[in-house]
Structure formats: C-alpha cells, structure tokens
C-alpha cells in the first residue's frame, strides 16, 4: 500500500519529511531501483532531484540524532552509486559528512 501511494505521488510535489525513517529508507532504495532501471514514468534528472531531496532530509535527522544512516558508495552497483555520487554532489560539505560518516543500525 505504502509503495502505491508512493507511484502516485509526483515527484516535484514529494515531501520526506513528513514520511518515519523506515519509510524514508524505503524510497531512498525505490529511488535508486528507478533510477538503475531506466523507468520512463520520470527522468534521470526527476529522480535525482526527488533524491536529494530524502538524502537532505535523512541527513536532517542523522544529525538531530534521530536516525542512523550509511551510504557506502563502494558496495553499489555502478548505476546506483551514479544517482548516489550525483546526488551527494549537491548536498552541503556538512550533508555529506554526516551521511558518509554514520553506520547504518
């Protein structure tokens, strides 16, 4: 259901903040499936921009202490450490400390 909901959403209207970490997590890996696979529903440049917007907010509550969260770019495959590195790129030096720095729990 979740997942549904999700697909019905338009990318330029989402908002994670307003999801629970599990669920934050959940798109974060539906994001980067789209993006591997090619999906035509939405362009690179769409799901890229849709992850950066759960990576600012994952980072967000990894540093109020509220979540744990790793990326670790070397075990991706090749199309998802893309989005991953392209998104990363437009965080904030301090974004991207706080999520390359922390271990997943």
Do not use: C
């Not at 499936?33 to 362009?43: L, N, R």
């Not at 744990?68 to 495959?77: A, E, G, M």
């Not at 437009?90 to 991207?96: D, G």
């Amino acid at each position: 259901m979740r997942y549904a909901e999700f697909i019905k959403t338009s990318l330029a209207k989402y908002n994670p903040k307003k999801l629970d970490n599990k669920v934050l997590a959940d798109d974060s890996r539906i994001l980067a499936a789209w993006y591997a696979s090619s999906i035509k529903k939405y362009s690179k440049e769409e799901i890229l921009d849709a992850m950066v917007k759960v990576l600012r907010e994952i980072a967000r509550r990894v540093k109020k202490g509220k979540m744990h969260w790793s990326i670790h770019l070397d075990k991706l495959k090749p199309s998802v450490r893309k989005l991953y590195t392209e998104a990363l790129k437009r965080l904030s030096r301090e974004e991207r400390e706080i999520l390359v720095n922390q271990r997943r729990e």
